[in-house]
Nanobody, 121 residues
């Protein structure tokens, strides 16, 4: 089965930086778009950034200029570099991947378990 595992979260002070990673494993034939989403307590899960297999990116307006998404297609890993963190960025960050598990299979969305990012003084 497919697994997505996030890492790199933690507790930092305002203005600090973090680099999140999402490693994929399991039965994977091909991966299309991937992305990072966040969910704060009591809030809906929202997109932070997305990246296509070809490298085209999309960012939520609140993070553009501070966050950078990237991917390594040789390892099927994506990253999220987060700079200039503020308390409003506090949330659980989830990795998402659109995956074809075998040839001729339908692309299906998979989620990681999330990694906590906490920004406080």
């Amino acid at each position: 089965q497919v697994q997505l595992v996030e890492s790199g979260g933690g507790s930092v002070q305002p203005g600090g930086s973090l680099r999140l990673s999402c490693a994929t494993s399991g039965s994977i034939f091909s991966i299309g778009a991937m992305g990072w989403y966040c969910q704060a307590p009591g809030e809906q899960r929202e997109v932070v950034a997305r990246i296509t297999r070809g490298g085209s990116t999309f960012y939520a307006g609140s993070v553009k200029g501070r966050f950078t998404i990237s991917r390594d297609n040789t390892t099927n890993t994506i990253y999220l570099q987060i700079n200039s963190l503020n308390p409003e960025d506090t949330a659980v960050y989830y990795c998402y991947a659109n995956i074809q598990t075998h040839k001729s299979a339908t692309y299906t969305g998979f989620w990681g378990q999330g990694t906590q990012v906490t920004v406080s003084s």
